[in-house]
């Protein structure tokens, strides 16, 4: 097996335990660890032959940092809560090393099992999480079988593990550029001419004073855009006529690797609903049965401005186009967004619905906010970063109805931050937070630094009793948090 390490882009394996009385336990490293001694270069730790060498004591510090983002006092008391899984992506930047982490539950406790990759590798987990994910549960179905009677040793788990290595061997078959260790991903704006889409991302990008006199854009365009730590390249398919076919015909360029889509309808135009759900319709197809991928859409109805919403046929349409949806993406569930390009939040707020669903620690870090949030008694509480992107969010079970209230505070969340952001330019406030009353609620805001990043939290409280204890709790939670967000995308 250790073989099998050195000609692998798969460096290790960790499988950890956490105990209700004893605590975090290390049970199996793949390769075994070394004694101190075995380790010459200081600076790395892989060597020559490039095989992983760490001693147990770093072995056990990759488990603390595994558990210490599920084990919270809370989970262990409380019986009969849901016990989910989970997949993140964590890096270890002290060993150099990056670990897709794979948690579940055994008998009521905690198993993480990772796999180890070097850093600069680390493409290779995003690029093949789907396939790792399936291998992995598919080899816990079996294993847990065996651990739930009783952990055997080290060398009766070794063939298991070695099985288990050589299924995920054969992801490596497709190359990777290894010089590249940037997350790059490709976005793509798809919809009928004049359905907004270059608007759209204009609104993004903030630069309003392109807006004025946009053409109709030629063919497909690409731009980059640096957020959370990826590079987002978005390709923005202009969407007359001529063009449509060749995205269609030549998908292999287009729409392939493509990890999220934005589908434009505009809201306002009836007549060209048929038209537009028949290039969805063209382009799903493709997707699923040509290129095998499941990308996620956005369906964003654009042009609901303001003063349009609420009457009588903008709603029908609305109805009409979420019924033509359905049926087109056999019923699975989806999203969409009312947006107008005269109310920035609205876009925002929809671009961070995509970007979320980009995420591959979203899950985890929203339950790192859920444990946190009812700890503090907070009715709402969102991350939302520097540019107000909505990273997580959290909503009590008391907030009803919940998808409107959800809908106006992400909406305006991000004019929170706006307005923090102006008072505290001009020196009107001495600590790194706000308050603000707002119908009987308290909305507290804060920002904090997370990797050379602003992230701003903000809470709905009915009042501030909590205060204190918010205080003293939050640095423990962002510190939990903090390496899941630094490979949030
Ligand atoms: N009222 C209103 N008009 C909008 C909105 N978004 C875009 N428009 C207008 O709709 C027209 C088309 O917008 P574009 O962004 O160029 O549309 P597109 O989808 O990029 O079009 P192609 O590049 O031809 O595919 C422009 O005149 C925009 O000003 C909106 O939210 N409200
Ligand atoms: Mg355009």
Same mark, same amino acid.
């Given at each position: ?12 394996f ?31 730790n892989?060597?020559?032959?490039? &095989?992983i060498?760490?001693?147990?004591? &770093?072995?056990m ?26 997949f993140?992506i964590i ?7 990056t =670990?897709?982490?794979?948690y579940?539950?055994?008998?009521g ?8 990759v ?28 065996i651990?739930a ?12 593990? &070695? $099985? ?13 550029d ?47 855009i640096?957020?959370?730590? =990826?590079?987002?390249f978005?390709?923005?398919? /202009?969407?007359?006529r001529k ?22 309808i ?25 290129? $095998?991928?499941?990308?996620? +859409? ?15 046929? +903008?709603?029908?349409n ?6 033509? +949806?359905?049926?087109?993406?056999n ?12 109310e920035i ?42 540019? /107000? ?47 603000f ?17 602003d ?7 009915n009042?501030l ?19 899941l ?5």
């Amino acid at each position: 097996m250790e073989k099998l390490f050195e000609t692998s882009i798969i460096k290790g394996f960790v499988l950890s335990y956490s105990h209700t009385e004893k605590g975090p336990e290390l049970i199996y490293t793949f390769p075994y660890y070394k004694k101190q001694e075995a380790k010459s270069n200081e600076d790395s730790n892989i060597n020559e032959r490039n &095989e992983i060498i760490l001693t147990q004591q &770093e072995f056990m510090k990759i488990t603390i940092k595994n558990l210490s983002l599920v084990l919270t006092d809370e989970i262990i008391s409380s019986e009969g809560e849901e016990k989910p899984q989970y997949f993140c992506i964590i890096p270890f930047p002290d060993f150099f090393l990056t =670990a897709i982490t794979y948690y579940h539950y055994i008998n009521g406790n905690v198993i993480a099992f990772s796999v180890l990759v070097h850093e600069n590798d680390r493409n290779f987990l995003y690029k093949n999480h789907n396939g790792i994910k399936k291998i992995i549960i598919e080899f816990f179905k079996k294993f847990d079988k065996i651990l739930a009677q009783n952990f055997i040793s080290q060398e009766e788990a070794h063939p298991y593990f &070695e $099985n288990l290595l050589i299924q995920l061997k054969e992801l490596e078959n497709q190359k990777l550029d290894p010089a590249i260790a940037d997350r790059k991903m490709k976005i793509i704006l798809a919809g009928l001419d004049d359905s907004g889409k270059t608007s759209f991302l204009l609104t993004v990008d903030r630069k309003f004073s392109k807006l004025m006199n946009i053409k109709p854009t030629a063919g497909a365009k690409v731009q980059s855009i640096q957020a959370l730590g =990826a590079t987002l390249f978005i390709w923005d398919l /202009g969407g007359q006529r001529k063009y449509l076919a060749k995205y269609l015909t030549k998908s292999s360029i287009y729409l392939y690797e493509s990890d999220l889509i934005f589908y434009f309808i505009d809201i306002k135009n009836r007549e060209r609903f048929d038209e537009s759900l028949d290039y969805l319709r063209r382009i799903h197809k493709i997707l699923y049965k040509e290129l $095998n991928q499941d990308t996620p +859409i956005v369906y964003i109805f654009s042009k609901g401005d303001i003063d349009i919403i609420d009457t009588r046929e +903008i709603k029908q349409n609305i109805k009409y186009l979420k019924f033509k +949806i359905k049926d087109i993406i056999n019923k699975k569930k989806f999203r969409t967004h009312v947006t107008s390009i005269f109310e920035i939040t609205t876009v925002l707020r929809a671009f961070s619905e995509g970007i979320k669903k980009l995420s591959f620690n979203r899950k985890l870090i929203n339950y790192n906010l859920k444990k946190f949030s009812r700890k503090i008694n907070a009715y709402i509480t969102l991350l939302l970063s520097n540019d /107000g992107l909505i990273l997580s969010n959290y909503y009590s079970t008391q907030i009803k109805p919940k998808e409107i209230i959800q809908d106006v505070l992400e909406i305006t969340a991000p004019q929170f931050t706006i307005i923090y952001k102006i008072f505290y330019k001009f020196k009107a406030l001495n600590k790194e937070q706000a308050i603000f009353e707002v119908a009987n609620s308290i909305f507290l805001i804060k920002r904090t630094k997370i990797l050379g990043q602003d992230i701003f939290i903000l809470f709905v409280l009915n009042n501030l009793n909590k205060q204190n204890k918010i205080n003293i709790l939050l640095p423990e939670f962002l510190d939990r948090i903090k390496s899941l967000l630094t490979t949030y995308i």
